[in-house]
């Protein structure tokens, strides 16, 4: 199996682990919610402390501190090779599937250690989901895409309308509606796109991770997606790696700066990074000057 195909829910996988979480003491909401508006700060869902992570001798990722809040839009940038993938496959143990791959330190989902002995990743993955680059629908109909993690969780009740919700989060609904027992990869690529979030949020994950999904879309299929973000961004909290600091400074409430060598070198409000960023390597960086 790709990487790319793990994506989604594991066949292999039949059994639904829901005791992954535990609430961490002290980790309850403190001014949260869509309610109290998205721009302010809300409670840490996915934090790292120290991570280094290693393809067998080189180093990739570099101390990495870092809290991200709950239904928020952050947005990673920086240039090629500085580790944004890495740290986004970190976050729901993609890179267990990569042999070479170390990772130390401590990352924290809710509280709980993802590296942990008692952590089941493919459970993780059912609370962390991820939208990749390339589209990759299943070679099955649209209904069979979305329904697909459900089935693989044994919740056979309500599927038609969890399908038809799944596929109006994520902004296809009308699009399809009328052609469901059609195959997924007959849709146009936008389309596959919002598939593939339709796919990644019928099984009700709490982040949805993505790592460029809009770069091989065109510029109309990319505002949808984007316009799509910003509403998932209500119910899910969202990480986008994108090479466009346009889309970054228009879609995100927090950004990430990842410099060559695999630091992470700011992150803060989307607003200050791009207003009033601290540090002048960044500063060079979103304005041109190297990258
Ligand atoms: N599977 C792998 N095996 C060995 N080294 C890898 C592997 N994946 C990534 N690396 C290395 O780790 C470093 C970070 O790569 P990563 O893909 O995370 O960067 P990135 O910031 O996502 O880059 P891009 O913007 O090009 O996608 C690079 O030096 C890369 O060569
Ligand atoms: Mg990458």
Known sequence: MTQENMSSPDPDAETENDTLVSPRPGSEAVNAGR??????????????????VYYGNDQA???????????????????SGCGKSTFLRCINRMNDLI??????????????NVYDDDVDPVSLRRHIGMVFQAPNPFPKSIYDNVAYGLKVQGKTENVDEKVEQALKGAALWDEVKNRLDESGLELSGGQQQRLCIARAIAVDPEVILMDEPASALDPVATSQIEDLID?????????????????AARISDKTAVFLTGGELVEFDDTQKIFENPQSQRVEDYITGKFG
């Open 231 to 247: 509403d998932l961004a209500e119910e899910y909290t969202v990480i986008i790696v994108t090479h466009n600091m346009q889309q």
């Open 35 to 52: 309610g109290s508006g998205r721009k302010s700060d809300s409670r840490t869902v996915i934090e790292s402390r120290n991570l280094d």
């Open 61 to 79: 990722l570099q101390n990495i501190d870092i809290a991200i809040p709950q239904n928020q839009v952050t947005a990673m940038i920086g240039p």
């Open 99 to 112: 042999d070479s791959c170390r990772v130390d330190g401590d990352l924290f989902f809710e509280g709980k």
